[in-house]
Every structure is written in structure tokens, then in C-alpha cells.
């Protein structure tokens, strides 16, 4: 995975409302076989201590806040912000949960529901099955970069609802959100 899609797996990981224990999401971070294939011990441990130390500084933001600065890939020729890495990432996290995922999706409020169609819009946007116009799609991948913070704030209150309530009032920088 790339740093971008990395950081949209954990951020799917933990957002999911089950617990997913690390032997079974890290291997995925590796590819389709599962198999890292490090060199030697010593980068294996370096590699595997830097993606848990990723995945624990994602977990930190999220608990204390409910927000995320996803880390976005940037095209060095046309400096455009790639946010379909980070989207591939999280719904291949949703993915390890499809049946979790439907649940929330069945019993959430109505702005979450959106949200969560609207993550997977997006994803169909990047494997090239949407339904949307080619200036709809121009204008959602224009917006979609400042859009997933929110989306992910808005599935964590549902899907993580013990955090919400440890989230400090009026966060400075952040923008308000109404009960």
C-alpha cells in the first residue's frame, strides 16, 4: 500500500464498530497474497513498528477528536490532490467487515447513511463504475479532498459512539458541529 491508502486502511479499521485485531488487517497492508516478504528480521520489525505506530497515531486523532487529516497522494505533474488512494483504502477496510458495515448502514441516522453512500460513490468514482456525469465526477473529485474528514467524523459518531462523548467542546480549528 502507499502512504495514502494506508492511512485511508487504518482510518477504516478503526472506524469500523468491531474491533479488528491487527493479525487479521495487517497482512492486507502487504497485497493481495498477504505475504511481506522482508528481507531480514530487523526490516521486518522497522516496517511492521512503522505502520503500527501510524495506525496508533490515527487511533490518538481520532479519540481525542473525532477528526482526521487524511494524507493524500499528490500528482508531481499536474498538482492535483489524489484522494482515491485514501478512499480505496478505507473501503478495503470496510471490507474486512461487509456484513458490519451493512448493519451500521441499516440502522444509522439518515445523514450518516448519506455519508456512507456518498464513500462509496466516491470509490466507485476511482474503479471507474460510477453512474455519475463526467461533471459531476469533475466536481465531487474537486471537492471530495475537503469532504472526507467530515465523512469520516460522521460515520465515527455513529459507528464509534463511546468516542463521541470524549470529544472536547469547541476544538480550536475545528469546525462546530451541532449535537
Known amino acids: 500500500m502507499t502512504l495514502s491508502e494506508l492511512d485511508g486502511y487504518v482510518t477504516g479499521v478503526l472506524a469500523c464498530p468491531d474491533v479488528i485485531p491487527p493479525s487479521e488487517w495487517l497482512p492486507h497492508v502487504w497485497g493481495e ?8 528480521q530487523r526490516t521486518a520489525e522497522e516496517t511492521i513498528g512503522a505502520v503500527m505506530a501510524h495506525y496508533n497515531s490515527v487511533a490518538d486523532a481520532i479519540t481525542h477528536s473525532l477528526w482526521i487529516e487524511p494524507i493524500y497522494e499528490v500528482d508531481p505533474n499536474s498538482d492535483e490532490t489524489l484522494w482515491e488512494p485514501w478512499v480505496d483504502g478505507f473501503t478495503r477496510a470496510m471490507g474486512l467487515r461487509p456484513d458490519t458495515w451493512s448493519h451500521l ?17 466516491l470509490q466507485d468514482i ?30 465515527l459518531h455513529q459507528s464509534r459512539p463511546e468516542l463521541a462523548g470524549q470529544v472536547p467542546a469547541n476544538l480550536p480549528g475545528q469546525p462546530f458541529k451541532a449535537g
Open 126 to 155: 476511482y474503479i471507474g463504475k460510477s453512474n455519475f456525469t463526467d461533471e459531476e465526477i469533475d466536481e465531487i473529485d474537486r471537492e471530495a479532498p475537503d469532504l472526507i474528514p467530515n465523512c469520516v467524523a460522521t460515520i
Open 105 to 121: 448502514l441499516d440502522a444509522a441516522d439518515e445523514e450518516t447513511q448519506a455519508t456512507m453512500i456518498f464513500i462509496m460513490a
Open 33 to 40: 497474497t498477504g505475504e511481506a516478504g522482508f528481507p531480514d
